[in-house]
């Protein structure tokens, strides 16, 4: 086996990190890595999740999401908001004659929210930072919480389980079902 799979030893910590890094670095990065490591985490290892919320520039956040699917991290909560961090909106000159000028107290901004495993986090915020960083105010924030638990309400599945995404024949059949198993189909016409 190569250096560094889960099949090399019991699983520690140590290993566990080093296998997530090299499975979200893009040139180093394959599938049945990833499905060897999730495959052989023992159910007693709990894994730490994280929220990773990042307040952006509007503008920003078509570049921000191309960054970030290429660590292969899907899932995400995205919301318009309006806010204001140390530039306190926006101040314009008043015009001629005028007593004082114009000014929006609020931005807009987007606010993305990722659950991610602990080990993902540092990539994540370095795309992020990547897809962002102009060095003007008004860039940003970056904040990282942590999860105590989740839940998929479909399914029931508590953790990892619930975040973890599932593949196409889950999706599609369900985990319950085998891809033999013929779903009975329902017509408009009430058949």
């Known amino acids: 086996m190569s250096e560094g799979t889960p099949h090399d ?22 599938m049945p890595g990833m499905l060897r490591l999730w495959s052989s985490l ?29 660590l292969r991290v899907q ?27 114009m000014g929006i107290q609020y931005l807009p901004k987007r606010m993305i929210s990722w659950i991610v495993e602990e080990a993902q986090v540092e990539p994540l915020v370095r795309a992020i930072i990547e897809a962002n960083q102009t060095g003007q105010l008004g860039d940003g924030k970056i904040f990282v919480l942590p999860v105590e638990d989740a839940v998929r309400l479909r399914t029931g599945e508590r953790g990892l389980e619930a975040v973890r995404a599932q593949g196409p024949c889950d999706m599609i059949w369900g985990t319950q079902q085998s891809p033999s198993a013929t779903p009975e189909v329902a017509y408009a016409s009430g058949q």
């Open 9 to 30: 030893g019991p699983l520690d910590e140590e290993r566990l990190h080093l296998v997530i890094r090299q499975e979200m670095d893009p040139q180093r990065s394959t």
């Open 42 to 70: 023992p159910p007693h290892q709990a894994v730490c999740l994280k929220e990773v919320v990042a307040i952006i520039r509007p503008q920003r956040w078509s570049h921000t999401k191309l960054r970030v699917q290429r």
């Open 75 to 101: 899932a995400f909560t995205q919301t318009r908001v309006l806010g204001r961090g140390r530039e306190r909106g926006l101040r314009y000159l008043p015009r001629k004659g005028a007593a004082r000028g």
